[in-house]
């Protein structure tokens, strides 16, 4: 039973193989938080719970003389508004009286099996292997009759908890939530944890950050309207000390594609407490009687084995409860070459043809024609939203070219921008009003683009009309789905003004009925998700795509930081890595090794290559096929921290049965005359001996673990190595 109910101490304890979550109805029927982390027996541990009379702390009014209780001090599973707790809110509503007050107490719970489900939010899903269990308690305010169903479903095997909230206004009487936060995770003793997260930029998304947790609230979020490439919706609360290998470590990934936003906030007391959800910031979402607001999920899992025991909980999870499509597990992707850094938007189908037929000599099995094909698309200002075939540039059709391709024995892919709109182009000409404009004011403009106003059904129908129309015209194996700009003049043409603070997460929730109606009707296309490169890598676009495009930069030194940092909750098979021409002074085969950390492939001119990098590409495209059961279904371990000082990067991919291996090392710098370094391998049976690179020797896996590999010395700064360990039978 991985959900146990004490009825007595009214406990609800939630255990995974190796964790335990447990809340209880405490005082007054408040819904306590008590504990998250290594498996404890069901017993109640509430007496973690001290209570003192504190100052400034109110205390509610049910407890009158009982001045020792104050919610300002109780670890809370869902902490309120304008009830004596003056940390950061769960929720905050306005009540039709227009009162701030929301008084939540538990009402009741059910436990039932299988996972939960979400109405309008994609969600991770429950195998049937699984055995999942999932509980719904109600929190009721009985004043205003707004009532909260806090979900949990527990992946007990996976060492996974899943939480989702929605809201129901059971009252008479419209009310409107400011802010509703999908999870709150409240630490008694927070004192000692650090907060790790993935901020970043344009071409360099999800560096890693790690601060200490200080008397403040530390907010990390988007109100780009997408998760964004300057910070990503998972964070990591973990101990100080801990390394990649030891050391308590929790991870929350919100399955959520829009505005976000994770506050950590240590209070007077050295109480932690997470809350992370919908970001607040322009949100304000009316909910009628009778209506019911779904907030998006949280994914989250608890290791003690350091970051990379957190890393592989997810890598695991997400590989298999995440997204449906059969490229995830079960047909292998494709090697492919993308158009856009060979041609830009200048090509036509004899060139495609062209770069296709140098591409098959390197080992290539799909050709993506990248931005360019539609409308009138030349340059960057104009096309959008017009998704027909340019026909003076495709000039034999889009069908013709498609075959064309395929006789070569390739397959074909396609780009999209489906969100984004030019002022020059057919459908803006037609509907300027499906583009987002605040009226009255002249908009912001991106790369010279609008955005579509997602939120309407109209703009939604004429998209999942006008892909699949392409998408069914001809025989495209792959489509990569693009967004190139953050959103601004939030507005919608089709809600009254009261409604305005709703747009942002209806543009989400639009985008999401479009990728349903087009990808999930699609099962035999392979997905790939792109924002300018990785501005929208988050979970909830992971459970449509399989794949999802890194970055923009191909740099591979800059990208050995960039999978390095996507890594700690994103698996290898997520990954879009390419090999480009950037980073001139770079071998192409330390590019290749880069990019078989990601779904490898190329961004260049094929007809451009001599015949021996042709044939070199050929050799590591064929070592991508060959490495491809370790790298996509391995277990991943960081070696090196890239942002560290350091002379070289390294990381690895080992089997699950420990059989394979495939550690890779890239040298950034080597100093003059200085010490032999060696890179130790992790994750290997200690008592099994390897034979690396197919040679006669044979090494212990102990020693490859302990002592290490040394790495050779006297080589050209950005050398490569990639050892290949397989394990021996018998010695
Ligand atoms: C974005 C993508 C690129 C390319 C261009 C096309 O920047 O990240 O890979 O597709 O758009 O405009």
Same mark, same amino acid.
């Given at each position: ?173 419209? %009310? ?168 830009? %938007? ?76 030019? !002022? ?77 603070? !709703? ?37 909830? %676009? ?142 290997? !049976? ?46």
């Amino acid at each position: 039973m991985s959900i146990v109910i004490q009825e007595k101490c009214k406990t609800i304890t939630l255990h995974t193989k190796n964790t335990s979550y447990q809340m209880k109805i405490g005082n007054l029927d408040y819904l306590l938080h008590l504990y998250y982390g290594p498996r404890i027996p069901d017993k109640d541990v509430s007496y973690q719970i001290q209570q003192y009379d504190r100052g400034f702390s109110g205390n509610p009014y049910e407890s009158r003389n009982e001045r020792t209780f104050s919610l300002d001090a109780q670890p809370q599973e869902f902490s309120t508004q304008q009830q004596g707790d003056f940390r950061t809110p769960s929720i905050e509503v306005v009540n039709s009286d227009g009162s701030y007050s929301f008084h939540g107490k538990a009402a009741g719970y059910q436990v039932f099996d299988g996972k939960y489900q979400l109405e309008t939010l994609p969600c991770v899903f429950a195998n049937k292997e699984d055995h999942v269990q999932s509980l719904a308690i109600t929190l009721v305010d009985e004043v205003s009759k707004v009532e909260l169903s806090l979900l949990y479903s527990v992946f007990e095997e996976a060492d996974v908890i899943t939480r989702a909230v929605k809201v129901k206004n059971a009252g008479t009487a419209p %009310m409107h939530l400011k802010k509703i936060m999908s999870l709150c995770m409240d630490f008694l003793n927070g004192a000692g944890f650090d907060l790790i997260s993935l901020p970043g930029r344009y071409g360099q998304e999800r560096q890693v950050e790690r601060q200490p947790m200080t008397h403040h609230i530390h907010s990390i979020g988007s109100i780009r309207g997408s998760s964004s490439h300057q910070q990503n919706p998972f964070v990591i609360l973990c101990d100080r000390q801990a390394t990649e290998d030891f050391g308590k470590c929790y991870g929350f990934s919100l399955m959520y594609s829009g505005n976000f936003l994770a506050e950590a906030e240590l209070d007077q007391y050295d109480q932690l407490r997470l809350v992370m959800g919908i970001n607040p910031k322009q949100f304000f979402y009316e909910l009628k009687p009778g209506e019911v607001f779904e907030c998006p999920e949280v994914v989250m899992a608890f290791s003690k084995h350091g970051l990379t025991g957190l890393s592989h909980l997810y890598h695991d999870f997400y590989r298999t409860n995440l997204c449906h499509s059969k490229f995830v597990m079960d047909v292998q992707r494709p090697v492919l070459i993308n158009s856009w850094e060979a041609a830009f %938007m200048d090509f036509d189908d004899v060139k495609l043809v062209e770069i296709a037929k140098a591409a098959k000599k390197m080992g290539v099995d799909l050709l993506v024609m990248d931005d360019g094909w539609f409308g009138k698309r030349d340059d960057d200002n104009s096309g959008l939203g017009d998704w027909y075939v340019n026909e003076n540039k495709i000039k034999c059709g889009l069908h013709k070219l498609v075959e064309q391709i395929n006789d070569l024995g390739m397959k074909f892919g396609i780009w999209f921008e489906p969100e984004m709109v030019s !002022e020059d182009s057919d459908l803006y000409r037609a509907h300027p009003d499906w583009a987002m404009q605040i009226p009255g004011r002249h908009a912001v403009r991106s790369r010279n683009q609008m955005a579509l106003d997602m939120s309407r059904k109209e703009v939604q129908d004429y998209l999942i009309k006008r892909i699949n129309a392409v998408l069914d015209d001809a025989n495209i194996y792959y489509v990569k789905w693009d967004i190139n700009r953050s959103l601004a003049d939030i507005w919608s043409n089709a809600l009254p003004a009261e409604k305005q603070g !709703e747009v942002y997460h209806r543009y989400i929730l639009g985008l999401y009925r479009v990728m349903d109606e087009i990808i999930l009707t699609h099962p035999d296309i392979l997905f790939e998700g792109c924002s300018g490169g990785g501005g929208r890598y988050d979970a909830a %676009m992971l459970h449509y795509y399989p794949q999802y495009w890194v970055s923009d930069n191909n740099h591979p030194i800059d990208r050995l930081k960039l999978h390095y940092g996507t890594s700690f909750v994103y698996p290898t098979c997520t990954m879009g890595a390419h090999i480009s021409d950037s980073g001139k002074l770079v071998p192409l085969k330390t590019k290749a090794v880069v990019a078989m950390c990601g779904t490898f492939g190329y961004e260049l001119d094929a007809t451009h290559l001599s015949e021996e990098e042709q044939a070199l590409c050929k050799e590591q495209s064929d070592l991508f096929r060959k490495y491809y059961p370790i790298t996509f279904f391995g277990d991943f371990y960081r070696l090196t921290n890239p942002f560290a000082p350091g002379n070289m990067t390294a990381w690895q991919h080992v089997t699950k049965d420990k059989s394979k291996s495939l550690l890779s090392v890239v040298v950034t710098n080597l100093t003059c005359n200085g010490p032999q370094e060696y890179i130790r391998a992790k994750g290997l !049976e200690e008592d099994a001996f390897y034979r690396m690179n197919g040679g006669e020797e044979l090494y212990s896996g102990a020693v490859l673990m302990n002592a290490g590999i040394p790495i050779p010395r006297e080589v050209p700064d950005y050398t490569a190595f990639q050892y290949y360990l397989e394990k021996v039978k018998e010695v």
